[in-house]
């Protein structure tokens, strides 16, 4: 379930606006590919669900607009923020490491 983004109608793939990134990762329960998962909170904390465990971190938007999270005790990294629409609605949102290139989508739950 997603809240406060079925008011918005971006196109696929286009960047989320640095002022939206907060509505759009609080917006639900993110699920990956791999069977991970997960949420991200309003106060800048996130958890991060793997097979049966947690780990927490924390996320940000930069100076520069974009999203970034940091994971204890020194994993930090910074992405391009995109969204995955079909249908007219939005899906989930497209995450692009700005160091690797690598890049992985999490769809709302």
């Not at 991200?40 to 520069?64: C, K, L």
């Not at 899906?91 to 769809?107: I, P, Y």
Request: charged fraction near 20%; aromatic fraction near 12%; proline fraction near 6%.
């Amino acid at each position: 379930m997603t809240r406060n983004i079925d008011s918005l109608h971006p196109e696929d793939g286009t960047i989320v606006p640095p002022d939206q990134i907060p509505t759009a990762v609080t917006a639900g329960r993110l699920a990956y590919g791999d069977g991970t998962s997960q949420t991200f909170r309003s106060d800048g904390s996130t958890s991060y669900f793997e097979a049966g465990r947690q780990t927490q971190g924390t996320w940000s938007v930069d100076e520069n607009g974009r999203f970034c999270s940091f994971w204890p005790p020194s994993y930090q990294a910074s992405y391009d923020l995109r969204w995955v629409v079909e249908g007219g609605a939005v899906v989930g949102l497209r995450f692009s490491d700005l160091k690797s290139g690598a890049g992985f989508d999490g769809r709302f739950q």
